[in-house]
T-cell receptor
């Protein structure tokens, strides 16, 4: 049972335009959501996160939106740059006391930013 | 943040053998995690490793198949035992630092089992 879903395996966007990556989840216990970016032959790198008490978090060109009632979040990248071409993973976790919060990942979306 | 290295970066192994993957962190961390990414799949948590205690395994993963050591706060190993071609994956370790929920990942070990 895939609790975190990224239904678009790939996305192609022109440089300078907005990239929108989507993620849906089914587990209502998830309270914290993260986006990771992964280049080939490298481990995922943390990009941005949001807790369930917020509906938006912004960091530079990256904004994450959370619609808790729809169990949906999205990552907006604007403007998109060729260096943004990578696989983007959505991840989610319930909030556990004492650390050790277990991340459940989506299957990823390959973003290609074209010149 | 944390800088994480893994050894080996890749390996090709024969069916029935075992491989031990090392994960080294540049700072002391309490929680370390081991993940697997099968071809075309998402990252799946194998186990959580705390220093000084037994690793906690996720559903579908057992200690006999994936024994883990955590001898100190900067190092851990994952062994993939009695390998089969289905174990061909990228294996990644990650650590949880003081920043809430933000896990930092190593570069991964690409394992191919023939």
């Amino acid at each position: 049972d895939q609790q975190v879903k990224q239904n678009s395996p790939s996305l192609s966007v022109q440089e300078g335009r907005i990239s929108i990556l989507n993620c849906d989840y089914t587990n209502s216990m998830f309270d914290y959501f993260l986006w990771y970016k992964k280049y080939p032959a490298e481990g995922p790198t943390f990009l941005i996160s949001i807790s369930s008490i917020k509906d938006k978090n912004e960091d530079g060109r990256f904004t994450v939106f959370l619609n808790k009632s729809a169990k949906h979040l999205s990552l907006h990248i604007v403007p998109s740059q060729p260096g943004d071409s990578a696989v983007y993973f959505c991840a989610a976790s319930p909030i556990l006391t004492g650390g050790g919060n277990k991340l459940t990942f989506g299957t990823g979306t390959q973003l290609k930013v074209e010149l | 943040s944390a800088v994480i290295s893994q050894k080996p970066s890749r390996d090709i192994c024969q069916r029935g053998t075992s491989l031990t993957i090392q994960c080294q962190v540049d700072s002391q961390v309490t929680m370390m995690f081991w993940y697997r990414q099968q071809p075309g799949q998402s990252l799946t948590l194998i186990a959580t490793a705390n220093q000084g205690s037994e690793a906690t395994y996720e559903s579908g993963f057992v200690i006999d198949k994936f024994p883990i050591s955590r001898p100190n706060l900067t190092f851990s190993t994952l062994t993939v035992s009695n390998m089969s071609p289905e174990d061909s994956s990228i294996y990644l370790c990650s650590v949880e630092t003081g920043a809430w929920f933000e896990q930092f990942f190593g570069p991964g070990t690409r394992l191919t089992v023939l």
